[in-house]
């Protein structure tokens, strides 16, 4: 069973740093791509990191130069490391692990909310 648990969430006044972690059982950790998505009350999911296989990492252009997503294949854990934190970044905040073909492995945590404000 595959399962990718989030955490490290919570409430961060503007301008502060949050690290959040994801750690994936139930699959060969160190062949997937990892990502993090956020999704927003009333705005469609959208893509924060990903950290692919071989090649170069991806970020939001509105998270650039803010956010740094890493993974650690001996924990099977993949981190997003979020600092300069502003109101907008309030969302629940989504781990993802896939690998082609992506319609057969493509997998999702339960998420995990971040909430700006002062």
């Known amino acids: 069973q595959v399962q990718l648990v989030e955490s490290g969430g919570g409430l961060v006044q503007p301008g502060g740093s949050l690290r959040l972690s994801c750690v994936a059982s139930?699959?060969?950790?160190?062949?997937?791509?990892m990502g993090w998505y956020r999704q927003a009350p009333g705005k469609q999911r959208e893509l924060v990191a990903v950290i692919p296989l071989g090649a170069s990492t991806t970020y939001g252009d509105s998270v650039k130069g803010r956010f740094t997503i890493s993974r650690d294949n001996a924990k099977n854990t993949v981190y997003l490391q979020m600092n300069s934190l502003k109101s907008e970044d309030t969302a629940v905040y989504y781990c993802?692990?896939?690998?082609?073909?992506?319609?057969?492995?493509?997998?999702w945590g339960q998420g995990t909310q971040v909430t700006v404000s002062s």
């Open positions: 993802n692990a896939h690998r082609t073909p992506q319609y057969v492995y493509d997998y």
């Open positions: 139930g699959i060969a950790f160190s062949i997937y791509n």
